[in-house]
DNA sequence: AATATATACATAATTTTCTTATGTATAAGA
DNA sequence: TCTTATACATAAGAAAATTATGTATATATT
């Protein structure tokens, strides 16, 4: 599982803008959501997704709840308010971050 | 030097963009010149910048050139064939990677 | 004259953040 | 039966930064 290169940096954004939207979701289940939405061009592995979650828990940006479906183990995760207030801030920086390469790509526009 | 995070992927691109448009730059000067053009948004720290160089030098895409000014030296890099073909390839890739952000941040307009 | 800042290169140690490769386990489909 | 999908996890290694140094010359400031 991999494809596009995954800018270094964005997998935070990326799983904070989606529980920002979806209130909880568990690991597989963001991977496949990535797919869809970016119709495959970016595929989240699952060893860089799964260490990425642990240290957002770790951090106090994440709560943890864990189910089990049709006899297999999910972990649901969700924002705590903390790590509300950081999707803000990464999203800024994000934006922020684009703007910046594009005056880098397009400087006649600047 | 360093202000706001790199997303770690993009300095070769930034890096063969701005050769691609000056034709010959220094190291120094390219640092001072996305310190321009981003107006101090992104600085480029020099132990990312050399290495980085170095690196595009021995993969054939780039060629130095030593010069003495005012007594100082200066390395003047400039594409190679190869170095410009990568170059689109880069600029193709980076386009890519941000309208896969968008669709990722702006769900809503895919 | 002394000191700080700017110019110009470089590298080493460390950290961050991935990829790749495994591993475990259950369920469903071919 | 075997493969694919679902669902977690971690370890080894690579890539690409940051941070901290180091050298050296030139210019500006005190």
Avoid: C, F
């Avoid at 950081?86 to 790509?105: F, S």
């Amino acid at each position: 599982m991999s494809n596009s290169k995954l800018y270094k940096g964005s997998l935070t954004t990326i799983i904070l803008k989606l529980l920002n939207e979806h209130d909880k979701m568990y690991g597989y289940e963001i991977t496949q959501k990535v797919k869809a939405l970016t119709k495959g061009e970016l595929k989240i592995t699952e060893g860089a997704l799964y260490p990425a979650l642990h240290k957002l828990e770790a951090e106090g940006l994440l709560d943890v709840e864990v189910a089990k479906v049709d006899n297999r183990l999910r972990k649901y995760y969700k924002l705590t308010e903390t790590g509300t207030k950081e999707t803000v801030n990464k999203l800024e920086e994000l934006a922020e971050y684009i703007k910046t390469m594009q005056a880098l790509m397009n400087p006649k526009l600047a």
